[in-house]
């Protein structure tokens, strides 16, 4: 198609824009490689200041939902949630709910890039870290996958001190059912309510 890296990225980053994640809500998977510890992987939807996160905690699956100042977090494997208070300053704000969409966009400024690779599906973009790029804290090298079908992102790979982290399945389009913690659809629940 005689387009370049920068040309595929920009692209790109018009698809993202053409999306509202606060109104829309917003999906991603992201594994964080460390270390010792392994591969952690979490699946995120977002929907205004609502939140439901599923992860794996001491071995087993989890399922966290956040609203407000409360955190409620189900172990389908001992049928228990599990109520707590929520420090709404931890979680992100409005603003920085667009953060994880944002990282495909500022991950590409102060960076050289140029096509990896390519397949029938999709672009695989190389982002080398520029000379003039002075973010002590930014990655050397950050790896971008689009789909050739939309200009959607697939996956975002890169290495922040000793973490690899990814981020793929992204998507939008949460409902406010997918992100409410529902007490009715669980019958015969254990609750520990936490809160004092």
């Known amino acids: 198609m005689g387009q370049t890296a920068r040309e595929i990225i920009d692209r790109m980053d ?8 606060l109104k829309e809500g917003f999906i991603m998977t992201m594994d964080l490689k460390m270390p010792i510890v392994g591969t952690v992987s979490t699946r995120t939807k977002t929907l205004g200041e609502k939140y439901r996160m599923e992860m794996k905690v001491a071995g087993k ?15 389908p494997e001992d049928n228990t949630v599990e109520i707590e ?25 102060g960076y050289d890039l140029s096509i990896k690779k390519e397949t029938a599906e999709a672009w695989y ?3 080398k870290k520029s000379k003039s ?25 890169a290495k922040a001190s000793m ?3 990814t981020m793929r399945e992204i998507g939008f389009g949460v409902s406010e059912e997918e992100v409410t913690f529902d007490i009715g ?12």
């Open 14 to 21: 018009a698809v993202m824009a053409s999306h509202d994640a």
């Open 61 to 75: 699956d989890a399922i966290s939902y956040i609203a407000g100042t409360t955190r409620w977090t189900y172990i």
């Open 85 to 109: 208070a929520f420090d709404k300053g931890k979680a992100a704000s409005a603003d920085e709910q667009q953060g994880d969409m944002a990282l495909f966009k500022s991950a590409t400024e």
């Open 125 to 127: 973009i190389h982002c």
């Open 133 to 157: 790029n002075k973010d002590k804290d930014a990655p050397k090298d950050i790896d971008i996958a689009v789909s050739k079908a939309d200009y959607f992102p697939l996956s975002l790979t």
């Open 163 to 165: 973490v690899t982290f």
């Open 185 to 196: 659809k669980y019958p015969g629940i254990k609750v520990v309510d936490k809160r004092k």
